[in-house]
């Protein structure tokens, strides 16, 4: 927990290799008067604080120990005893007791950031009475972790101002705390919609929210994909077709269209040599090609603009795909199915 200033001094004359007479001469006062600063009998004059400070090289806030950290430990220690007050105590005296524990410790924001979230939320689940007089010692409390240098603590407390002022329907201030987040973090766009549809902007969180389920598609499908990869390494396959099962569903549920849906099976086919699923993915892929922006007209994306795909690039893309069926490197296992000659034109005319 939080050190004394006796400790303090203690710690850092070691840390200096000096011993207490040597400190005492340097501040003209009694060896006897740093022992019982040490031991915690009595208290330097604040005069000396300036001096001890420079003499020991640390800041006067760390001498008078409120740079002292807590631990994660004595952090989820006060935070449980916090709650549990809440639980047997009148609201304002935990409050209170809230408030002066945060004194103690005025730059644990950890601790500060903890503390506001539960005592915010306990005011309106219990219905306090005059609960709007806490808003601005609430809201003092999520600025102070703004300036954090801890970017997770500096997105939960701009996630705290974000809630409350939406709370209040008080959705410009709201929006400001935005900026606290990247623009790849997807919370951003969710919440950006979140003010769209409150301030009756339909079109625009249509669209927002679409762009967030179109991104998140790109996302999820390419963490399945890793963890394909993580099962065929480990020669898992039933986790490995559980997979490729999942990124199909995900691909149909989304509405990306089919030539997304099938083409996942083609790798795992052509791993087992499953001469069936080969063909059969192949055709599928060749024939939903001029689909392949299918999401393009589905519902779910209509707020949004896509180019539809040229018909020379669709025309590259049927010629690479051929290319690549015809490798026999790959697919040599196919070499006397009539239905791989016929599909990739090797053994037929050109």
Known sequence: M????????????????????????R??????????????NSYPDVTLLAP???????????????????????????????????????????????????????NCEALIWQIAVILDSQRMVRE??????????FCSLYVRVLDSEDETLRNRAADSLFGFYMRKKQYDKAEQYLEYFSLQNP?????????????????????????????????????LHGMYMLAMRDNDMDKAHMLVKKQEEIAGCLEMGKYHAVSTRLELATVEKDTETVIATMQ???????????????????????????????????????????????????????????????????
């Open 2 to 25: 939080k050190m004394q200033i006796g400790e303090i001094i203690r710690k850092y004359r070691k840390s200096k290799n000096m011993t207490q007479e040597e400190m005492a001469s």
């Open 27 to 40: 501040l003209g006062v009694t060896a006897p008067a740093v022992n019982k600063w040490e031991n915690g």
């Open 52 to 106: 001890i400070a420079r003499l020991l090289g640390i800041s006067t806030d760390t001498l008078l120990s409120f740079h002292e950290e807590l631990t994660d430990e004595e952090v989820k220690q006060i935070v449980y005893e916090v709650d549990a007050k809440l639980k047997n105590e009148p609201y304002e005296e935990v409050f209170q007791w809230a408030k002066e524990k945060l004194e103690q410790y005025p």
């Open 128 to 137: 306090i009475p005059d609960a709007e007089q806490y808003d601005e010692y």
């Open 187 to 223: 919370e951003r766009k969710r919440k950006q919609a979140e003010i769209y549809s409150e301030t009756n902007r339909t079109r625009e969180a249509y669209q927002a929210y679409e762009e967030l389920l179109f991104e998140e598609y790109q996302m999820v499908s390419g963490a």
């Open 284 to 350: 599928d892929m060749l024939s939903s090609l001029e689909q392949i922006c299918g999401f393009c007209h589905s519902p779910l994306y209509e707020h949004m603009k896509f180019r539809e795909p040229r018909e020379e690039f669709l025309e590259e893309l049927r010629n690479n795909l051929l290319d690549c069926f015809r490798d026999e490197e790959t697919y040599g296992f196919l070499k006397h199915d009539k239905r791989w000659q016929e599909l990739t034109h090797i053994g037929c005319s050109r």
